[in-house]
């Protein structure tokens, strides 16, 4: 079996069955340098560095490197790290008589947003969570369970979120479910069977989210959005809305906060029509400039549906997510959910519920909030330097940043980007079909690589950037 891991810009194939993991690593090492992947003088990540992120002994990565330098593919110096060793142009050969390498397929680099730093996700804390959890566990928790959701972790998530986030909730007021994508699609069938017709969508966000939407037959009107947030006031003029999906905390993707006045318009709004607000608080915890934003499920847990996940805190891979929602849609939800509807395992529930009540939740995500603020401040410092001309903004808090660019270039730096080896996406990408042609904007996933790989991803941007 092969595995194949990207790190620092190159994906390295790994053979270990048979060959031996230092002998794969030296084989796809030599493989990157050979096809220009890794260019001369390139400097490697350390052997600590890049064996914490291919999940092998260190001792692995540094008798691979020094065997290497020995061979004289890399070279190695006090005070400059490992890198690759300087190499002449080969000689032109007859094209017909070298057989052709397949095409890379693929980027170098991913900074699209949405991902965290999937080599930071904590394996023993929470391998040691799994044991002592099932260990534990009754009997029972190993049938099929009940569709709300295991109540060991709805007990601590309670806590957690009136303690992290300034949610009010009870365990009974919450549904456990695979990620806000799940949430979403449930609420969708709720509010269809309640006649609702309409749910009002901020004009920038995840078409993903609006399909879920419209794929459960409701039409999405389109909110305006400013620099204080979406308008909010303007609820009342969609006289068809029923429910209205916001990220108040931090907008994505412009990164705005919603302000407080448009806080209080849109409580308001639900109160005096008995209209639902849907909050997606996707990334509610990283917030580094001051103490983060509240909640706004806070303001009227009557009102307020609050959606959360262990996407972007842990991994979206663990298919966790949590709604805490008004004591009537309770049943509802229940019912949506279903008996065949039993997505997320009764035994990963347990172990995040141990890590959460363990403290070891919070001392990960007080660790990610300092590795990525660190990305977020190297990303401003690198841009001041070397594109100059290029504004960043929404930085306050999450996992993205957003690069103002000169008028009608979007479409350009995203092309020359994929040429580089890097992956992009606009502002434009997550724009509603009704709503304005607005600035031209990177919306930049400085979460995403690995810590190996930040490094070079960077670069790569600010060599793209005008």
């Known amino acids: 079996m092969t595995d194949s891991w990207a790190t620092f810009g190159a994906d390295l194939h790994l053979e270990p069955v048979g060959r031996g993991l230092r002998s794969g690593l030296m084989e796809a090492l030599r493989e990157a340098v050979r096809t220009g992947r890794l260019a001369p003088g390139t ?18 990565v540094a008798d691979a490197y020094a065997e290497l330098v020995a061979e004289g593919w890399l070279t190695a110096r006090q005070g400059s790290g490992t890198r690759v060793a300087p190499r002449s142009a080969p000689r032109r050969t007859d094209p017909a008589a070298v057989p052709a390498r397949p095409v890379r397929s693929g980027a170098w680099y ?26 534990a566990a009754p009997d029972d928790a190993f049938g099929y369970g009940d569709p709300q959701g295991r109540v060991e ?32 699609a449930l609420l969708g069938r709720v509010l269809r069977a309640r006649r609702v017709r309409e749910v009002a969508v901020e004009s920038y966000g995840l078409d993903l989210h609006t399909k879920l939407l419209t794929d459960a037959g409701l039409r999405i009107p389109c909110l305006p ?7 909010t006031g303007e609820l009342g003029a969609l006289r068809g809305a029923g429910a209205v999906l916001l990220t108040p905390a931090h907008q994505f993707p412009t990164g705005v906060p919603l302000h407080p006045d448009r806080r209080a318009d849109a409580v308001d709004w639900a109160r005096a029509t008995g209209g639902l607000i849907l909050e997606d608080d996707y990334d509610g915890e990283f917030r580094y400039d001051r103490q983060p934003v509240g909640a706004l499920q806070g303001l009227d847990p009557e009102r ?19 709604m805490v929602l008004p004591r009537s849609l309770v049943a509802e939800v229940v019912a949506a959910k279903g008996a065949a509807d039993r997505t997320t395992g009764t035994p990963d529930q347990l172990t995040l519920a141990e890590f959460i009540a363990s403290g070891a939740y919070d001392r990960h995500v007080r660790s990610m909030r300092l590795r990525y603020r660190r990305r977020r401040d190297q990303l401003v410092a690198a841009l001041a330097d070397r594109a100059p001309g290029v504004r960043v903004g929404g930085i306050a808090a999450g996992l993205h940043a957003v690069l103002e660019l000169p008028a009608g270039s979007e479409r350009s730096v995203i092309q020359a980007a994929a040429f580089q080896g890097l992956a992009l996406e606009g502002l434009a990408r997550y724009r509603h079909p009704d709503a304005p042609a607005g600035r031209d904007a990177l919306v930049i996933g400085y979460g995403s690589p690995s810590e190996s790989a930040w490094a070079g991803a960077l670069d790569a941007l600010c060599r793209v950037l005008p």
């Open 153 to 184: 972790l709805r007990t601590v998530l309670a806590e957690y979120l009136a303690r992290a986030r300034g949610v009010y909730a009870d365990p009974e007021r919450i549904v456990v479910c695979a990620g806000f994508a799940h949430g979403l």
């Open 304 to 322: 307020v549906v609050h959606l959360g996940t262990a996407s972007k805190s842990l991994a979206p891979g663990l298919r966790l997510g949590w």
């Open 225 to 231: 959005l400013d620099e204080h947030g979406s308008r």
């Open 43 to 60: 400097r490697l990540p350390s052997s600590r560095v890049l064996a914490a992120d291919l999940g092998v002994a260190r001792n692995t």
């Open 110 to 135: 991913d900074l699209k947003p949405g991902t965290p730093d999937l080599s930071g996700f904590p394996r023993t804390a929470w391998f040691r969570a799994a044991r002592k959890a099932l260990t």
